[in-house]
T-cell receptor, first 113, second 116 residues
Framework: NAGVTQTPKFRILKIGQSMTLQCTQD?????MYWYRQDPGMGLKLIYYSVGAGITDKGEVPNGYNVSRSTTEDFPLRLELAAPSQTSVYFC????????????FGDGTRLSIL | AQSVAQPEDQVNVAEGNPLTVKCTYS??????LFWYVQYPNRGLQFLLKYITGDNLVKGSYGFEAEFNKSQTSFHLKKPSALVSDSALYFC??????????????WGLGTSLAVNP
């Protein structure tokens, strides 16, 4: 049972490069989320999705884009990488019912130099 | 405004002793409360939740949490700590009256160190 899978696990980018962080879940969850985690700052919500074709901004969306063409996949795109985007990125999903917990992937560690 | 506070950045406890990790919250409606644990280089793992009912909630790995409405708290507890419990713990809350808004409000985390 894979759950939430994120790729790549690690990546180093140069300033101005672009990349896509992949996230896929096999639990048929409608709700999906992207967070960034910085030391001592907890989790910050970047974008979320309530189902295929529907996305919305979280707390810190600037510099990122998302799409949700299928229930399973929720990729996060960085168009022009900046040092401030150095972070650990987590994807999560949650199932039906308003009291369901979120299930997390193991993260992508991204450094921008 | 909705918020979660974890007042201790770090908690140290000896193996075999009871542990408590504190969490207080503020929401306008009924609170749905969650605890998660994060081991090094891993994603967050769900431990337990309070939605309604008994104030004492039992979860994974022998953890439990006590909901206290008057003190707006949801402290995580374990009767006997293990070295393997050393990790980062996050408390989160959402407003149960917020309909389909599933967004969680997260605390900043508490680092638990269990000493042998």
């Amino acid at each position: 049972n894979a759950g939430v899978t994120q790729t790549p696990k690690f990546r180093i980018l140069k300033i101005g490069q672009s990349m896509t962080l992949q996230c896929t879940q096999d639990m048929n969850h409608n709700y999906m989320y992207w967070y960034r985690q910085d030391p001592g700052m907890g989790l910050k919500l970047i974008y979320y999705s309530v189902g295929a074709g529907i996305t919305d901004k979280g707390e810190v969306p600037n510099g990122y884009n998302v799409s949700r063409s299928t229930t399973e996949d929720f990729p996060l795109r960085l168009e022009l990488a900046a040092p401030s985007q150095t972070s650990v990125y987590f994807c999560a999903s949650s199932g039906p019912g308003t009291n369901q917990p979120q299930h997390f992937g193991d993260g992508t560690r991204l450094s921008i130099l | 405004a909705q918020s979660v506070a974890q007042p201790e950045d770090q908690v140290n406890v000896a193996e075999g002793n009871p542990l408590t990790v504190k969490c207080t919250y503020s929401v306008s409606g009924n609170p749905y409360l969650f605890w998660y644990v994060q081991y090094p280089n891993r994603g967050l793992q769900f431990l337990l939740k309070y939605i309604t009912g008994d104030n004492l909630v039992k979860g994974s790995y022998g953890f439990e949490a006590e909901f206290n409405k008057s003190q707006t708290s949801f402290h995580l507890k374990k009767p006997s700590a293990l070295v393997s419990d050393s990790a980062l713990y996050f408390c989160a809350v959402r407003d149960g009256n917020a309909g389909n808004n599933r967004k969680l409000i997260w605390g900043l985390g508490t680092s638990l160190a269990v000493n042998p």
